[in-house]
């Protein structure tokens, strides 16, 4: 049997934040998981690039549309390259083959009688492509969702009818009880969809930059709606409308999607796929929303999580571990470097961590390395049935979608291993004659690591096979029937000493989000988002709240790359005062430490200081940064350490 797996494909208005980590981390690991099953696997992932939100963008960036789509869509593939996303495609709206995909299921739609022409006249917020009845707009002219100013829209637009399907719909949530998960969030898309649904306008004449129309129709002032171009994605990537030899992954076992994008999964494209004579997908899995600190993230109030950034100084595998431990599927999360510590010294550190090092220290003392599992089921039986039952328990937490409760569970064969150990003290053991039965239990406690292995490989793939290198196996399929299936225990096998896999950490790694201001009171807040458009644009401040940031002139008198940090380089920077102050600045891939020695800067003088990467860093340099990268601000001419700038 095959799997067909994907992530949203994401606006390319913006660079990757942690909530589109999230998605994808969880796809890949679902996607993964598959394949060592041994199933034939399809993960898709990509890029959104049409509509007016991107060709506005683009404009105020001063490039074209297509550079600016092209620029944006690579660094979400690069950035999923460097986290080792498993994707099989990579879609772009832009491809030339989707176009052709969405002109054809246009062309479908059309003949059936599914779409016809028409005019509409609504209110439209561009930032979040949509129309919104009147009744739902906030004082009547502002959009709901994002606060910002919705425009009057009346054009002539091409309509698909999606009235005629809400009965279709209703019956197939009804028969399908699965389809939306988690349940819970079953119920929202019901009631919509009862409320009745009007028919969609599918085709926009405001903006070019869409799909055009198929040529057969023709009307080519029209272009496809961004949610239509979109949503066929999930069938184009496997080749609808041209070479369609992968069409027999579909239908899709998950959709991952964030909630706020639940209602176009589980309504419009259903209603699309009907109008198509497409199986439906099995199950739309829908997410919550990360927030950090409690607060929710935005560029505005610069709090927005960066997955790279997190990734650089904590391993994107405890971010994966993390991010999928910490919130129950469905629910709505918060990204704390506090929560984040914790878990990587307790649960990784003292549990995982832990254990190896101690299946290490004893294989070394009392076998050379050695350890042979043929008495394990002599001294064990007990154990060895705790071990089963918490391994058959975990498929069925990933066909719920459960990565959280599937964690929490693998997590007890961690117990179980440093609890036999605690209990029969092996050491004891080996000094009083009972060598075979230490031995037997250090075989035990490497079988239920090995085991555990296998089952975190998904969530953790290149620190399960340091795991499985330091004990001599391999995890893929095989081992995966071997130890899982048929619980076989591993035969005579060597380990190899390994650096502690999950080094305690002490403090945060990363500065701190900026204090958020304190809630603006309930009847504040509407006047709020009404202003919220007007006031970014007319973002000005008083002379002294300039003043308040102290700009000092000062010259690099040692400079030096921070190891094992892309980013980082330590400078010691002469401000006039006493002694030179510590920057730790993320400008390694923009300039070496002789680039900078002995040259001026010009440096924040007043900012917390922060740690990074263990390192106090008490300032921070200006500089520029755009597509071309990266450079400093520097004086024109030289001047005396420590002369303010202002
Ligand atoms: N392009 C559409 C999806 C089309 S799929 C056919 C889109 N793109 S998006 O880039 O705005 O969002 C992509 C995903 O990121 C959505 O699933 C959205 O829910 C998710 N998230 C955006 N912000 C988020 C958080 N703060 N937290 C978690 N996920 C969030 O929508």
Redesign the pocket.
Known sequence: MSKYITT????VNGEA????A??TFIADTMARYERLKGEDTFFLTGT?EHGQKIEESAKKAGKSTKEFADAISATFKNLWDEFGISYDKFIRTTDEEHMRGVQKAFEVMYEKGDIYKDFYEGHYCVSCETFFPETQLVDGEFCPDCGRSTSVVKEESYFFKLSNYEDKLLKYYEEHPDFIMPKSRASEVVNFVKGGLRDLSVTRTSFSWGVKMPKSIGDDKHVMYVWLD??L?YITALGYGGNEEKMHYWPADVHF?????LRFHAIYWPAFLMSLDLPLPKHIGA?G??TRDGEK?SKSKGNVVSPKEVADAYGVENLRYFMLREVPFGQDGDFSQRAFIDRINSELSNDLGNLLNRIIGMSGKYSDFVIDSKDVAKYHTKEIEAMNAVIDSLDGFMEKLQPHRYLEELWKLFSIGNGIIQESEPWAKMKNGQEEEALATVALVANILARAAVMLHPVMPNTTKIIADAMSFTIDTKSYEKLILNKELLDTFTIEKVPPLFPRVDEPLMPEAPKAEPNPPKEEKKEAKKEKATKEEDNLIEIGQFFETSLKVGTVVEAEEVPKSKKLLKLQVDLGEESPRQIVAGIKEFYTPQDLLNTQVCVVANLKPAKLMGMMSAGMLLAAKDEDGLCLIRPEKPKKAGTPIG
Do not use: C, F, R, S
């Open positions: 949203p494909i994401y606006y934040h942690i909530g589109h999230y998605t959104d979109a949503l994605n999607v964030g909630k706020d994008i997410h929303w990360w993230m």
